[in-house]
């Protein structure tokens, strides 16, 4: 059974940084396909980063240059480094995994069958 928690989200002034965690069990990271995604109260939830078998990222227009997505495999963790954060950037971050080289390269969520709990990132202007 898959089973992915996250942590590290918070509450940080624009221009601040938070990282993200996302533990996995279940699940085998360095091999895997594992993505993030967000959801702000009344919009959809949409991808931010993505990684698969370690090697290759995408990333969203949106954070790109600002975001990094990386594994430890060692963990079995999953993160997101979030620098020169934005207001816009408040949401709920959800890891989520096992996902096809489609839905990794479009971070296309109903392609991630495994998700997380979720965890709320709130900047302040």
């Known amino acids: 059974q898959v089973q992915l928690a996250e942590s590290g989200g918070g509450s940080v002034q624009a221009g601040g940084s938070l990282n993200l965690s996302c533990t996995a069990s279940g699940y085998i990271t360095s091999s895997g396909c594992l993505g993030w995604f967000r959801q702000a109260p009344g919009n959809e939830r949409e991808g931010v980063a993505g990684?698969?078998?370690?090697?290759?990222?995408t990333y969203a227009a949106s954070v790109k240059g600002r975001f990094t997505i990386s594994q430890d495999n060692a963990k079995n963790t999953l993160y997101l480094q979030m620098n020169s954060l934005k207001p816009e950037d408040t949401a709920i971050y959800y890891c989520a995994a096992d996902c096809t080289w489609y839905a990794f390269s479009n971070l296309k969520s109903t392609g991630f069958p495994y998700w997380g709990q979720g965890t709320q990132v709130t900047v302040s202007s």
């Open positions: 990684i698969y078998s370690g090697r290759f990222t």
